[in-house]
Each structure stands twice: as structure tokens, then as C-alpha cells.
């Protein structure tokens, strides 16, 4: 069975090492700060300016003026630290951010990325989404193995404008974990209950198959 938005976020969590900077992108990646694994130090990174932002409030602790990127109201641990967003993209800018968690609308075998817009259709904008892939150490895509008409996201050259260019490294879909690398991307692990076929009719691009895959740990 595919995992929902929340099981995605479980298993993008597991990639968090202690003493990590992590930047959250818009949608199922920000859902990974409630998952953070007990024992683990990270400082969760939001554009806006906040360093150290902790898992959605309960009622009781909304605070109107305490937002993510996305504009959705956040917590902040202790020893967080509040600033521009100036000096935000200079932390971004500078690769003093570990790894970045981006949503994408299609990712491609060479490790590009395509997030920002779908000509045609009313964008607010690139966002930070630029900065982000080029400054990171290491980015990690979270999305849906497919669109809602069954059309492959994971394809052999992406056909949306691009966000980034041979920078993706590890996608986590709802029905897989795969590596981008040769050209190609290598299916490491899939979604309890998932077969190898779905994922293989679900991948447009070129797919490499190890003898075994494990199924993930949630």
C-alpha cells in the first residue's frame, strides 16, 4: 500500500543525523519535523528566518507570528534564533545548510529538478527553491511516485522548467526510496506491501533493480 504524506515524512525523518542543519520544504517535507527520531539534535532551518523551529503547536501553543515558509504556524525548540530573511539566504547561499528536504513536481535520471512551475497555471513564484539546491550539501526529494492521473514524476529527462540541474541524490516517494546516480535511478527500498512491478510501470525513467529490496522501516 502507497504511504500517506505522514508515513513519507516518518521515513524522511530517518535520514536526520545528530547535529544536522536541515532546511523543510513547502508541503510533506515541513510534516518531517514531527518526526524528528528520539536522540537525534537537529536544527530544522525555515527560509523565513528561524533557525531551530520544532513540530506543528498543539492549540494551546499556536502563536499567529510564529510561521514556516509555507506560512503555517511552527514552535520553536530551545535556543532557537529568529532573523531576516536576508541573512537566511546567506546561511543557504554560504553551504551552511547539510541537507534540504524539497517537494517536486518531476524529477529526472540525471538528477534534475523540476519544482516551481507548470506553465500555464499561476505560480507565486520560484521561492527559495533555487538557492536551496545549490547550496545545500545534499537534497533529498519528497513526492508522490505519480501525478493524480497515474502520469510518472520519476522520468528519463524533465519536461517542466527547471529548479536545479544534476543535484538530486535521493528521492522518497509514497511507494519507494531510490538513489539518482549513472543515469539512472536504483531502487533501494519500497513501501511495505509494494511491489516491484508497480513501482516499475509507476517509473518512466530508466530503473535499476537489485536482486532484493527490502521493504522500509517506518
Not at 515541513?30 to 528520539?38: D, F, H, I, R, S
Not at 517536486?104 to 538528477?111: I, L, P, R, S, Y
Request: aromatic share 4%; proline share 4%; charged share 20%.
Amino acid at each position: 500500500m502507497a504511504l500517506t504524506r505522514e508515513q513519507i515524512a516518518m521515513r524522511v525523518a530517518k535520514e536526520f543525523k545528530d547535529g544536522d542543519y536541515v532546511n523543510l520544504g513547502i508541503g510533506i517535507p515541513t510534516l518531517a519535523a514531527n518526526y524528528v527520531p528520539e536522540g537525534i539534535d537537529v536544527m530544522l532551518q525555515s527560509e523565513n528566518g528561524l533557525l531551530g523551529m520544532g513540530r506543528y503547536p498543539t492549540e494551546a501553543e499556536v502563536d499567529a507570528d510564529m510561521i514556516n515558509a509555507g506560512k503555517e504556524t511552527v514552535t520553536a525548540i530551545t535556543g532557537a534564533s529568529i532573523f531576516s530573511s536576508a541573512e537566511s539566504f546567506a546561511m543557504i547561499r554560504g553551504g551552511h545548510v547539510d541537507f534540504t528536504v524539497l517537494g517536486a513536481f518531476e524529477v529526472d535520471a540525471n538528477g534534475n529538478i523540476a519544482s516551481w512551475m507548470i506553465p500555464g497555471k499561476l505560480v507565486k513564484g520560484m521561492g527559495g527553491a533555487m538557492d536551496l539546491v545549490a547550496g545545500a550539501k545534499n537534497i533529498i526529494v519528497t513526492m508522490t511516485h505519480a501525478d493524480k492521473h497515474g502520469n510518472s514524476k520519476l522520468l528519463a529527462d524533465c519536461t517542466l522548467p527547471l529548479t536545479g540541474v544534476n543535484c538530486i541524490t535521493r528521492i522518497i516517494t509514497d511507494l519507494a526510496v531510490l538513489e539518482v546516480r549513472d543515469g539512472a535511478f536504483h531502487l533501494t527500498e519500497r513501501a511495505p506491501g509494494v511491489s516491484i512491478e508497480e513501482i516499475q510501470a509507476k517509473t518512466a525513467g530508466p530503473l535499476v533493480v537489485p536482486d532484493s529490496v527490502p521493504e522500509m522501516v517506518l
